[in-house]
Nanobody, 121 residues
């Protein structure tokens, strides 16, 4: 499995950013795909996830509910994270991750992207 991320950058508080992650090489429909983030000195945090076999099934961390939206493109191999009303506390390295849905939030068996930096000032 390979994940290729795009998006990220530096923006002012209240702005929006869009992250995208394209996956290849996976064959199981019972996978979940989404984003974690990690700020310096803090633990890794699951942000949002989508069930690949049913893009309407999405789950969010409480800290981003109502501001972030995860979606799947028509080819179903790319997941997007639309981040609105960004806050300084959203600043972190964001990692795309794909794995079995039952263990996705724990991160233990996920395949990870290289990460993309989001900085909100």
């Amino acid at each position: 499995v390979q994940l290729v991320e795009s998006g990220g950058g530096s923006v002012q508080a209240g702005s929006s950013l869009r992250l995208s992650c394209a996956a290849s090489g996976y064959t199981y429909s019972s996978y979940c795909m989404g984003w974690f983030r990690q700020a310096p000195g803090k633990e890794r945090e699951g942000v949002a996830v989508l069930v690949l076999s049913d893009g309407s099934k999405t789950y969010y961390a409480n800290s981003v509910k109502g501001r972030f939206t995860i979606s799947q493109d028509s080819a179903k191999n790319t997941v997007n994270l639309q981040m609105n009303s960004l806050k300084p506390e959203d600043s972190a390295m964001y990692y795309c991750a794909i794995g079995r849905c039952g263990s996705w939030w724990s991160g233990s068996d996920n395949v990870w992207g290289q990460g993309t930096q989001v900085t909100v000032s």
